[in-house]
């Protein structure tokens, strides 16, 4: 029992030195990430989860409140016969909580997964980290969010180590975070060093372009940036495993 002990006692140790991910989840209400986030959670002994950001994308949005009327060419709402948009929200209901909910699910299971691993985060520590991003519309970076500024002083802070940029949804709060850091530094002497920072440190993972910002800012102004196209690679489907995986075999 003394030998057995020990090996608990020297595998918990071993667990508690190794390196995890730095990770900040973007994700729409989209039943697959829904889905996915309670795996993560699952999984969330094996990364430091940074952020968990409601995010918008082409199939999720929840418009302004202010009866704002929005819509995009070749989107669901307007292929074939159907004439739906310009609509004021699209496919976001009211009250919209789903990340919330599931950090609620996860309070409740919290102490059995303890029992396996200490290095499950708490779950006020979870509920810490949630954001709203930038939801309004689809592709939508004009303004700072919560999301975008979690995202933002994560690149910036002087932690070591990349950090894992999971995009289950759109990339518009990433896109609004690097424009912010964009915007506040470009100008000063410190800007090429801060480039190079955050190049180097961001690592994008996600499943589709879904809301056209990876095209038309994050790829023309921060190249450096990597970029991993998750849906490509062998069971890309799913969103929290593969990230995971992913990101603790860099």
């Known amino acids: 029992m003394i030998v057995a002990a020990t090996l608990v006692s020297a595998q918990s140790q071993s667990s508690d030195q190794r390196v995890r991910p730095r990770t900040i989840v973007t994700t729409d209400p989209e039943l697959d990430d829904s889905n996915s986030l309670v795996r993560f959670l699952l ?29 995009m060419p070749d989107r669901e709402y307007s292929r074939g016969d159907a004439n739906l948009c310009p609509c004021t929200s699209w496919r976001w209901k009211p009250g919209e909580r789903y990340i919330d909910d599931a950090v609620e699910i996860y309070a409740r299971v919290y102490p059995n997964l303890r029992v396996h691993d200490r290095n499950y985060p708490t779950p006020a520590l979870l509920r810490s980290k949630i954001r709203e991003g930038n939801v309004e519309f689809e592709g939508d970076i004009s303004k700072d969010t919560p999301g975008s500024d979690l995202i933002k002083d994560v690149l910036l802070d002087n932690k ?19 424009k912010s850091i964009r ?18 440190k961001a690592i994008i993972q996600a499943f589709g372009d879904q809301d056209g910002t990876n095209a038309s800012y994050i790829k023309p102004d921060w190249p450096g940036i990597a970029f991993r196209q998750m849906s490509r690679r062998p069971g890309g489907t799913a969103h929290a495993v593969s990230c995971v995986r992913s990101s603790r075999s860099t």
């Open 43 to 71: 999984y969330s002994n094996e990364v430091e989860t940074e952020g968990l950001i409601y995010a918008s994308s082409q199939f999720h949005w929840r418009g302004d409140g202010k009866g704002t009327r929005f819509s």
């Open 160 to 178: 070591p180590g990349p950090v894992y940029l999971l995009a289950w949804g759109g990339q518009s709060t990433i896109a609004r975070a690097l």
């Open 183 to 200: 915007q506040q530094y470009e100008a000063s002497p410190d800007w090429p060093t801060i480039l190079e920072k955050v190049s180097r």
